[in-house]
């Protein structure tokens, strides 16, 4: 159905396109969970590397992080004038220019290129970041959480399957002649591709521009796709999903060091962080029905609930290998129960041609607070310890409690 006809959408045409929108962007997520896993694993080995100085090893990271808070808004502005295809492939073609300039960097041996590199890949995770709302531009109330959260869960395959391509991919880059330990970006590369074509070919009708046009007719479809603008409520939303997203980046991050100076192995690390994820990640089409059966708001609270379970099991069993552990997976749960619902509320509570300027700025927010929240982390590791920083994280997990009851009376 072209994009701009001018005839009216029907339940069952919107059923249908909504599908197709949702293994497109799914698989999208695959390929950018991919290219990004792979990015991630080499770029703390690569700055220390080309630098020489361990010192410098996190700012790959950090530039990352700061790429996607740089590319948010704009790619949120350009998805709202011409559409979520042409955004989300050139999100991935920035990223990918990105990836071919730390290429580049590592065969000249400069720094600042390297990190250049890194803060335009940044706009492929602001790309994968605006997927799971563009789930949602023709999601209605009964599955807003529900989609949002099957794009999110999509990303769990490219996680897992990113950092494992990096031992073939340094084989293959070595016996090509390029420069060293960039050999695992030709899958980021081949990844990258097949996404800005599949975005490019494959989504069409434009989910955004579609539900522009449902919500200009005055049709039954309109009123079930896009509802009132509350912008307190949004606002409530974007807080909840900056302050879930900041206490689990600060707490994951500093989790590591904390285990390895209690003698845990390498291999025990590795396992925390893998189950931490699974956490975040697994289960999100579970929250993402709650979200629609229980409420937003509900649901945003259970998250809260378990980020609070998290912070308290790390303080009491800080010295437990295995209560960390336990207190990972449920940081993990939190996030999702929280982001996924959080997500869902902006969308439903955003006017249609308010809400692609306030993901933007939810993205942005997400981005900025796990930056300073994963600076801050070590600075309150050493001086507190590692159950201090639980409880001082739980402080924003309060502040989202107290939230609360505002953001109800504006849902009500």
Sequence with gaps: MPEAAGTAVTEPELARIRRRTLWVLSLGQVLGGVAFGATISLGAILATDISGDETFSGLATALVTLGTAAFAVPLASFARRRGRRPALASGMLLALTGVLVVVLAAGIRSFPVLLLGFALIGAGQAANLQSRFAAADLATVSSRGRDLSIVVWATTIGAVLGPNLVGPGQALGDSLGMPALTGPYLFTVVAQVLAVALYLVALRPDPL????????????????????????????????????HGVMVAVMAMTPVHLMHHGASIEVVGLTISLHIAGMYALSPVFGVLADRWGRIATVLLGQGVLAASLLAAALGQASTVAVTVALVLLGLGWSASTVAGAALLVEASSEDRRTRRQGRSDLAMSLVGGVGAILAGVVLSWIGYGGLALVALVIVVAVLVLTPYARRASA
């Design 209 to 244: 521009l579609l539900a522009q046009r449902i919500a200009a007719a005055p049709t039954t479809v309109a009123a079930r796709v896009a509802g009132p603008d509350r912008p307190l409520l949004a606002r409530y939303a974007i807080v909840a999903i900056a302050g879930a």
